[in-house]
């Protein structure tokens, strides 16, 4: 059985930070992506940025520059730097496992406000 399970959200004024984490349990032997999605009320979800077991790192348009992926896929440990925040990134957020296997879990999402 594996958990997912995000937080570091909240409320926060236009150009603020944050960061969320991301925390997986149970059996994460192999966990080949670690990604964030963000969906708004409203649309649909999209993807903001995943890390690679090997590293690589890529980054929806609108994050660039401004969102910082990191993690430790061996540890299941994921971290999402915000900075610059804009309303627009107002989204629950989350986070997102693919395991070697093939299968795929999500967390329950955190709730990111940006507004002043």
């Known amino acids: 059985q594996v958990h997912v399970v995000e937080s570091g959200g909240g409320l926060v004024q236009p150009g603020g930070s944050l960061r969320l984490s991301c925390a997986v349990s149970g059996t994460i032997s192999s966990i080949n992506v670690m990604g964030w999605y963000r969906q708004a009320p409203g649309k649909r979800r999209e993807l903001v940025a995943f890390i690679t077991k090997g590293g690589y790192t890529n980054y929806a348009d609108s994050v660039k520059g401004r969102f910082i992926i990191s993690g430790d896929n061996a540890e299941g440990t994921a971290y999402l730097q915000m900075n610059s925040l804009k309303a627009e990134d107002t989204a629950v957020y989350f986070c997102?496992?693919?395991?070697?296997?093939?299968?795929?879990?999500w967390g329950q999402g955190t709730q990111v406000t940006v507004s002043s």
């Open positions: 997102d496992i693919h395991m070697g296997s093939g299968n795929e879990y």
